[in-house]
């Protein structure tokens, strides 16, 4: 195993791009050598405060930087499959963030191009790295607790087009393709059982941003469990994604990184890992596949069947 420092290129210095370098500060032997960004002067700022040293806003220039060995991609949810595929054909380890595609076509070409350069692929599934989660899992895998029904609710207030940091963004953020991406990729892996049934409806389409600003999703795993997701544009607050996990023998929620049970009680999951950012945690596995030349949890290939489901809710929607 390779101790000698990874070298890093980032490309999207937006909100998220920002959660992922925090997050790589604390990770050791690990350097970003060159930050990707829309905007120059923005850019070059945000470099100057994570002491990078390249910055910018073509990615082919990027990808040929000296020694560089993988990308983060933070980029436009449109741009991701064109620019793994991107990294992938310059040889370098990618991880892009969710979603790794809007389109099966795109999400299935990127798996042949992973298996083809056997490099490292995997995408932002963060919820599978979250310390909650993490504590949920660990209890399915011992046999303590199965889920009965996941009840989650993703909320945002986006009638303009902004970012996560309430900032102007350039393109159209997506409920079917990115959000509930995170839901359904997530049920399938704490069921431990495949997708079966999925259907899905959605509101009036947005005059100017021409997406559905309202949705609901409901989901049957192989093994019984059900899945019922309802996600938001619309919403004032409280904004984010809530997870109830209603089970066997328990009921947890779950908040990004923290967890409760049903009677809204914290439970401490500070030594489920060793951060309790899911953020760096997905970045620590990144990482480590890549020292150990081995397929990461959350790797395009694992996460392929939550786009084939994505897939068959888009064909009902548009009724295609």
């Given at each position: 195993m390779s101790s000698k420092?990874?070298?890093?290129?980032?490309?999207?210095?937006?909100?998220?791009?920002?959660?992922?370098?925090?997050?790589?500060?604390n990770i050791a032997d690990v350097e970003v050598i060159s930050l990707v960004g829309h905007d120059l002067d923005k850019t070059r700022e945000i470099a100057a405060q994570y002491g990078?040293?390249?910055?910018t806003t073509d990615l082919a220039e990027s990808l040929a930087q000296p020694g560089l060995d993988a990308v983060i991609l933070c980029t436009p949810t449109q741009m991701h499959a064109a620019q793994a595929i991107q990294c992938l054909k310059a040889g370098k380890h990618v991880e892009v963030e969710i979603p790794m595609a809007d389109s099966l076509a795109d999400a299935q070409e990127l798996v042949r191009l992973q298996k083809e350069t056997g490099l490292?692929?995997?995408?932002?599934?963060?919820?599978?790295f979250n310390p909650s989660h993490q504590y949920v899992h660990k209890k399915i895998q011992s046999g303590a607790f199965n889920i009965q029904q996941l009840d989650v609710q993703t909320y945002f207030f986006r009638r303009t087009n902004i970012n996560a940091a309430g900032q102007p963004r350039s393109w159209t953020d997506h409920l079917l393709w990115h959000?509930?991406?995170?839901?359904?990729?997530?049920?399938?892996?704490q069921c431990g059982s495949p997708i079966v049934k999925a259907n899905a409806i959605q509101g009036p389409i947005h005059p100017e941003l021409k997406i559905a600003m309202d949705m609901s999703i409901?989901?049957?795993?192989?093994?019984?469990?059900?899945?019922?997701?309802?996600l938001s544009f619309n919403n004032d607050g409280p904004l984010g994604t809530f997870f109830r996990y209603i089970g066997d023998s328990?009921?947890?929620?779950?908040?990004?990184?923290?967890?409760?049970?049903?009677?809204?009680?914290?439970i401490d999951v500070s030594q489920v890992d060793v951060s309790m950012n899911g953020i760096e945690l997905q970045d620590r596995e990144f990482f480590a596949a890549?020292?150990?030349?081995?397929?990461?949890?959350?790797?395009?290939?694992?996460?392929?069947?939550?786009?084939?489901?994505?897939?068959?809710?888009?064909?009902?929607?548009?009724?295609?």
């Open positions: 420092p990874l070298k890093v290129a980032l490309a999207g210095a937006g909100a998220f791009g920002i959660k992922h370098l925090d997050g790589i500060k990078i040293g390249h910055v490292v692929a995997m995408c932002g599934h963060t919820r599978r959000h509930a991406a995170h839901t359904v990729d997530l049920f399938a892996y409901q989901l049957k795993a192989a093994n019984g469990a059900i899945c019922t997701l309802s328990a009921t947890y929620i779950a908040r990004y990184d923290d967890l409760y049970n049903g009677k809204d009680e914290q890549i020292r150990a030349g081995r397929e990461p949890n959350a790797s395009v290939a694992r996460v392929l069947p939550c786009y084939e489901v994505l897939h068959q809710l888009e064909q009902q929607l548009t009724g295609a």
